[in-house]
């Protein structure tokens, strides 16, 4: 029990009418859960499972049994859990500095840590490789090579998930008051010991956000796996792949779904265990008054050691796919960059590559709205002290991160093939697919924030006669808009860089940067391996930009009075 | 928030949602919205690398009056296997890209109808493996191992011909393949390897060439732009295995995309270590456009098509009167006797065969 809000709960009559509500803002967000995720993962689980209109549970057993199957879902679990540790490691002081420090190209530095998010793996791979791998930085330096080994996977997923850390615990971050801690200072706390006390419990939450989706993330990590690990490495989510999309043993793959499904269940319970106890409602202020320029030795030493992680770890990778982007035989040129441009005569594209740039940002911002608009509506009934069904909702929510891809897709083609909703051919159905992978993020960036909203303002405005509406515009909304922000941010380059739902429909004719980046890629040749590095820099460029435009959004209302 | 209010909230997003179908049904849908009665256009289901020219495209609209659309489902083994899930309710009328590696799968599930296409006589009658019509061959093509010229004329040494030669100790540490599960060529490269040495051979063979130091990626991008010492995309990776499996059109491809254009390829081909895989294609069944879909599938063996096709997909016509274009010629390799497989004994060895190799390179 909390100090700040059970005294000020209100009468009963109160507390149906927040049922009620609660329960007309999740119907959109449940309709859509069900018929977009739910829906079609069941369907496909029972075509594999009831192959005939007989349950065969002999398969659930002869699946798990086999000891392949079992070295899978030990790999699975020790990356993932070793990757979200080192990802935490290497990332909480990046949050740390981001949120508390002003420096020049802040705004910048951060919108490029996400660039990541949008890479196509195979590029990734290639950047990767040519830092870790035979003959790369690492090799020619000091003779250390790490490809096909299980840290090449590791190093790649801290590069993946940065950002989840320095944005969803940034976010937070930002807004505590540092006031609170400084109170303990000078009450006679050590640092140490007033960050523990003070700020550790507050930030609580939010750590427990970003740790949660970034092992969601690495357990069900695909494109790293395959390319850096090689083919000796799978995890749970290779594995459903391959016995999908490469040998149709949907028996199998079904089985595997219900692990999957089974292990993500046990995490989200873990998680929503440790949150739960933890959650306080906090003092927030705005994010410009709590940053300010590092002072003394120890935290100029701070910044330097964060610039130089991003440095190696982030900037290192992307500056190996501009720099080739930018060699061509005769030296260094724009020439890849010219070639984009010009219709191909051989009719690759039958558009100038430019155009594909144009189509990226249509279906990521059409996704991002979906994702922004359902995730919204779920994170508001969400808000306040929930039942178990509530909570369980709340968990249904997150289940898109860890659920392979495969069996979404494949779900698709055999439940939503009807008019009305034969979406198999339709636009429309690429932004569903992404924004299913947008709303977790939504919801979890917002959630911290909004419950850490103090209730007694929302009482206070209630008593000065505010509606509902109005006091949730007035008291939360201004809290809330920073994190919504960010939280389309990340559902935004979610999209813009997806390319497994992408492909399946982009027609000849309006293709995305990813899928022009890996037709090129697929094909011979000097100049479309140029060609797709160029639009890989630009793709980086576009997503940085998108983001650097979307912060600017946060503007001047969210420091007004709260 | 009081009930009715928050109603009105999600109500309104709704139709946030709704209008936003509503405008993608407006673009998506064009041909839902003007063919009614007959459908005007015909839907063509294929794997990611499909490929035509627009004049191509448009020609086949100005010959039959339909408008094409082609829906992208995946690689080869992922599309067909996307179709057969989908059986009796399919995405399109026709499907073309299932090899003879797979077909036997596809027809065994009976994804397609019988339609005898016009103009099969100028196919020659060994491509033409299904006797009832339910596919039709489209394109052919061969996988072999391609080799860094410079590598071997700075080494002096021959570049290997056949795979006996692959497994030389002068070709130690050398080659690169894909992983059969994985990827298509790395699954014709496994079976003509099981062609040419038998159910007795051809485990040892691949034991010769794991001693020999053979290395395994999981896709033809990853060994062709990153492993191989040839091409384009290794050479700025650094790759270092001069010998990849790849196509035998792989040579004249890295002519077309260079500038300016070399002379010479900078790849070879070792013609004594192919195998051609043949492309089908077929009426769909279920199909709601089949008029449409036989006039495609016609369309698809027309002398127009067929010459398109080498620069478009990097395959070969089958049709006897189709014209090879000059890169073809000047660069490329004609494969005398690729090692091939009838499409019902890669169905039946398949998959065993898969395993026996991945437990035997693998681990």
């Known amino acids: ?124 791979g290639t950047a990767f490789l040519a830092l870790v791998g035979r003959r790369g930085l690492l090799d020619e330096l000091w003779g250390v ?47 140490w010991r007033a960050w523990r006390t003070v700020t550790l419990p507050a930030l609580g939450p939010s750590v427990g956000a970003a740790a949660l989706m970034v092992f969601l993330f690495t357990a069900s990590s695909f494109g790293i796996v395959q390319i850096l690990g090689g083919p000796a490495y799978s995890t749970l989510e290779t594995e459903i792949y391959r016995q999908t999309a490469d040998r149709l043993q949907l028996s199998t793959a079904a089985v595997l779904t219900l692990v999957q499904f089974a292990a993500v269940g046990a995490v989200l319970a873990v998680h929503a265990r440790m949150v739960r106890r933890r959650e306080t409602a906090l003092r927030l202020v705005p994010p410009e008054r709590t940053a300010a320029r590092p002072r003394g030795a120890g935290q100029w030493l701070l910044l330097a050691a964060v610039l130089l992680s991003i440095g190696l770890l982030i900037l290192a990778p992307l500056a190996v796919l501009v720099e080739r982007s930018l060699a061509t035989p005769t030296g260094y040129g724009l020439d890849y960059y010219r070639a984009l441009q010009s219709v191909d005569e051989n009719g690759t594209f039958l558009v100038p590559m430019t155009d594909t740039i144009v189509n990226s940002l249509q279906y990521a911002l059409a996704a991002t709205a979906i994702a922004v608009v359902i995730g919204g509506l779920a994170a508001a009934a969400l808000t306040r002290r929930a039942g178990r069904l509530v909570r369980g909702f709340d968990a249904l929510l997150m289940l898109p991160l860890g659920v392979s891809a495969v069996t979404v897709g494949f779900g698709f083609l055999i439940t939503l093939d009807e008019p009305p909703l034969d979406l198999r051919a339709s636009w429309i159905l690429v932004p569903l697919a992404q924004a299913l992978v947008g709303v977790p993020f939504v919801v979890r960036t917002m ?116 | 928030m009081n009930t009715k209010k928050a109603a009105a909230a999600a109500l309104v997003a709704a139709l946030g949602v709704t209008t936003l179908a509503a405008c993608g049904g407006g673009d998506g849908g064009k041909d839902k919205a003007t063919g009614t009665p007959a459908p005007k256009t015909v839907t063509l289901v294929s794997h990611d690398s499909f490929n035509a020219s627009k004049e191509v495209l448009a020609e086949f609209t100005k010959q039959t009056g339909f408008t094409l659309k082609v829906l992208k489902s995946g690689d080869a083994g992922e599309a067909v296997n996307k179709e057969i899930l989908t059986k009796g309710s399919p995405q399109g009328d026709v499907f073309f890209g299932v090899d003879n590696t797979l077909l036997s799968r596809a027809l ?31 394109d052919s093509g061969d996988i072999c191992v391609n080799y860094d010229k410079q590598y071997f004329a700075d080494k002096k040494l021959a570049p290997p011909q056949t795979f006996d030669d692959l497994a030389e100790p002068a070709y130690k540490d050398l080659l690169v393949v894909e992983n059969p599960e994985r990827s298509s060529p790395g699954l014709g490269f496994l079976l003509g390897t099981a062609e040419k040495y038998g159910d007795a051979g051809w485990q040892d063979y691949w034991k010769k060439l794991k ?153």
């Open chain 1, 145 to 191: 090579r790490l490809d096909t080994t299980v840290w090449a996977i590791l190093i790649a997923h801290v590069f993946f998930n940065y950002a989840v850390v320095v944005r969803t615990v940034g976010g937070l971050w930002s807004q505590l008051d540092p006031r609170q801690e400084e109170a303990a200072r000078v009450l006679g706390a050590s640092r």
């Open chain 2, 108 to 138: 065994d599930n009976g994804i397609f109808t019988s339609y005898e296409a016009k103009g099969l006589d100028r196919i020659p009658a060994a491509l033409q493996v299904d006797t009832e019509h339910r596919v039709t061959p489209v």
């Open chain 2, 211 to 363: 001693a020999n130091g053979v290395k395994t990626v999981d896709s033809w991008e990853l060994a062709y732009n990153q492993e191989f010492s040839g091409s384009a995309g290794g050479k700025k990776a650094k790759g270092d295995r001069p010998l990849v499996v790849s196509y035998a059109s792989s040579p004249p491809v890295e002519v077309l995309y260079s500038e300016p254009q070399p002379k010479v390829a900078p790849t070879g081909v070792s013609t004594g270590t192919c195998f051609r895989q043949t492309e089908f294609a077929g009426l769909l069944n279920g199909a709601k456009n089949p008029e449409g879909g036989k006039a495609l599938i016609d369309f698809l063996i027309s002398k127009k098509f067929q010459d398109d096709m080498p620069l478009q997909m990097f395959v070969n016509p089958v049709t006897n009167d189709a014209t090879l274009p000059e890169l073809f010629t000047k660069h490329g390799v004609v494969v005398d006797k690729p090692e091939t497989m009838a499409p019902d004994k890669i169905a039946a060895n398949r998959d065993q065969w898969i395993q026996q190799w991945t437990s035997l390179v693998l681990k």
């Open chain 1, 447 to 562: 959630l911290p924030v909004l419950r850490a909203v103090d209730e007694r303002l929302r009482e206070a405005a209630a008593v000065l006669g505010a509606s509902p509406w109005r006091a949730w515009r007035e008291v939360d909304l201004p809290l809330v808009r920073r994190a919504l922000l960010i939280a389309a941010g990340f559902a935004f380059a979610v999209s813009l860089g997806e390319f497994g739902a992408t492909v399946f429909i982009a027609r000849p004719d309006n293709p995305t940067l990813p899928v022009a980046v890996a037709r090129l890629l697929g094909r011979p040749g000097e100049l479309n391996y140029g060609q797709a590095m160029a639009l890989s820099t630009i793709l980086m460029v576009v997503c940085a930009v998108s983001l650097l435009l979307l912060e600017r959004l946060r503007t001047d209302r969210t420091s007004g009075e709260f």
């Open chain 1, 1 to 124: 029990m909390d100090l700040a809000r059970p005294e000020v709960a209100g009468p009963a009559r109160r507390g149906r009418t927040g049922n009620a509500a609660r329960l007309a803002l999740m119907v959109l967000p449940v309709a859509f859960f069900a018929v977009f995720f739910a829906w079609p993962v069941v369907s496909i689980v029972e075509r594999g499972l009831r192959p005939d209109g007989h349950w065969e549970p002999g398969r659930l057993t002869e699946t798990l049994g086999s000891p392949e199957i079992l070295d899978v879902l030990w790999f699975t679990l020790w990356q993932a859990l070793a990757s979200t540790a080192l990802t935490l490691l290497v990332a909480l002081p990046g949050a740390y500095v981001f949120a508390r420090f002003d420096f020049p190209g802040k705004g910048l530095l951060r919108a490029v840590v996400t660039v990541p998010f949008v890479l196509p793996t195979v590029m990734v």
